[in-house]
T-cell receptor
Framework: KQEVTQIPAALSVPEGENLVLNCSFT??????LQWFRQDPGKGLTSLLLIQSSQREQTSGRLNASLDKSSGRSTLYIAASQPGDSATYLCAVPNTNAGKSTFGDGTTLTVKP | DTAVSQTPKYLVTQMGNDKSIKCEQNLGHDTMYWYKQDSKKFLKIMFSYNNKELIINETVPNRFSPKSPDKAHLNLHINSLELGDSAVYFCASSPKDRGGGYTFGSGTRLTVV
């Protein structure tokens, strides 16, 4: 059974700081890994999708890496801004069709 | 706009009532899901349908019944609502290609009083 862990559960940083969010998974037989952002009271917005054959994906100030062998992914946020404050979740589709396991999220607060 | 859309956005109802939440996607995806996010913000899968066929049914009370009239729609019907059913319910979809990611709806906040 796939288990996904995100550390830390909460993170508070001053504006402008670079930061790393971590996601660990127990079963390395994955198709891809997806990072989402969730603002309070809102739905999930997809940030980055890394295929199992890829090592990283970049979008603007975000960079996600994937190391299947060690069961880890990181989300790097450069030059953080108050607007980055949200909960960040990683999701890993299981090899069984039609199921994805989510981490419990990291709640990020960027202080002006 | 291409999207996953859910209705209603908010639903307040009394215990014992029966209610439905509707979901539609126009992305051409083959697989649709219902997820439940509880008060602690943990996101757990409830059901998954692939081209109208149920493929995942987690340990969910049988008061919850999904229905997929076609691959673009997945509705969730809940009978005899209980206080513990209060949560945010998210619909999502993904393409047939297992390398494709998920697209989520904006959620339905259900409050049972």
């Amino acid at each position: 059974k796939q288990e996904v862990t995100q550390i830390p559960a909460a993170l508070s940083v001053p504006e402008g700081e670079n930061l790393v969010l971590n996601c660990s998974f127990t079963d390395s037989a994955i198709y891809n890994l997806q990072w989402f952002r969730q603002d309070p009271g809102k739905g999930l917005t997809s940030l980055l999708l890394i295929q199992s054959s890829q090592r990283e994906q970049t979008s603007g100030r975000l960079n996600a890496s994937l190391d299947k062998s060690s069961g880890r992914s990181t989300l790097y946020i450069a030059a953080s801004q108050p607007g980055d404050s949200a909960t960040y979740l990683c999701a890993v589709p299981n090899t069984n069709a039609g199921k994805s396991t989510f981490g419990d999220g990291t709640t990020l607060t960027v202080k002006p | 706009d291409t999207a996953v859309s859910q209705t209603p956005k908010y639903l307040v109802t009394q215990m014992g009532n029966d209610k439905s939440i509707k979901c539609e996607q126009n992305l051409g995806h083959d697989t649709m899901y219902w997820y439940k996010q509880d008060s602690k913000k943990f996101l757990k899968i409830m059901f998954s349908y692939n081209n109208k066929e149920l493929i995942i049914n987690e340990t969910v009370p049988n008061r919850f019944s999904p229905k997929s009239p076609d691959k673009a729609h997945l509705n969730l019907h809940i009978n005899s609502l209980e206080l513990g059913d209060s949560a945010v319910y998210f619909c999502a979809s993904s393409p047939k290609d297992r390398g494709g990611g998920y697209t989520f709806g904006s959620g339905t906040r259900l409050t049972v009083v």
